[in-house]
T-cell receptor
Framework: AQSVTQLDSQVPVFEEAPVELRCNYS??????LFWYVQYPNQGLQLLLK??????LVKGINGFEAEFNKSQTSFHLRKPSVHISDTAEYFC???????????FGTGTRLQVFP | NAGVTQTPKFRVLKTGQSMTLLCAQD?????MYWYRQDPGMGLRLIHY???????AKGEVPDGYNVSRLKKQNFLLGLESAAPSQTSVYFC????????????FGDGTRLSIL
């Protein structure tokens, strides 16, 4: 069975500071990895995805994530956050042999001026 | 450019009432999903469909039924609503390849009194 752990439920940060949102996964087979963002009262939007190849993946809005197979992690980073990045971020994993996408419990990023 | 459309956006029900949530997608996607989102629990898969006329159970299927009579529509039914089903419900769709991201609707906020 596959699972996803987002270690931080909330991350407060000041504007223009760097941020890292942590995600660890568990799976007995190879996986596809995704980060989604949810703004208030909206659905989820895809930020970025790792399918194969280069372990550093760049997404929208200046976010990037690094796949680390040995540590089974897929942490999300941004070098300088904006107020508009305030949202909830979800990590998700899908094993090669399943149709189901498993989500973490989410991390609420709050950016202060 | 509608994408995934959910109706209704809000609904209040009394315990024991029934209702159907409608999801429609205009991207010709094969796969469709229903999730529920509860505070601190991320998104949990209720039911999903890998093609017209097919459905399968997800992580939390009890108390819900689904139908996929047309490729573009995926219906979620509550036969006898319970307060524990108070939640925000999201529909998503994707292409059939497992490395494809899911596209989400804006959600239906359902309260059961």
């Amino acid at each position: 069975a596959q699972s996803v752990t987002q270690l931080d439920s909330q991350v407060p940060v000041f504007e223009e500071a760097p941020v890292e949102l942590r995600c660890n996964y568990s799976s007995s087979v190879s996986v596809y990895l995704f980060w989604y963002v949810q703004y208030p009262n909206q659905g989820l939007q895809l930020l970025l995805k790792y399918l194969s190849g280069s372990t550093l993946v760049k997404g929208i809005n200046g976010f990037e994530a690094e796949f680390n197979k040995s540590q089974t992690s897929f942490h999300l980073r941004k070098p300088s956050v904006h107020i508009s990045d305030t949202a909830e971020y979800f990590c998700a994993v899908r094993s090669y042999n399943t149709d189901k996408l498993i989500f973490g419990t989410g991390t609420r990023l709050q950016v202060f001026p | 450019n509608a994408g995934v459309t959910q109706t209704p956006k809000f609904r209040v029900l009394k315990t024991g009432q029934s209702m159907t949530l409608l999801c429609a997608q205009d991207m010709n996607h094969e796969y469709m999903y229903w999730y529920r989102q509860d505070p601190g629990m991320g998104l949990r898969l209720i039911h999903y469909s890998v093609g017209e006329g097919t459905t399968a159970k997800g992580e939390v299927p009890d108390g819900y039924n689904v139908s996929r009579l047309k490729k573009q529509n995926f219906l979620l039914g509550l036969e006898s609503a319970a307060p524990s089903q108070t939640s925000v419900y999201f529909c998503a769709s994707s292409r059939s390849n497992r490395n494809q991201p899911q596209h989400f609707g804006d959600g239906t906020r359902l309260s059961i009194l």
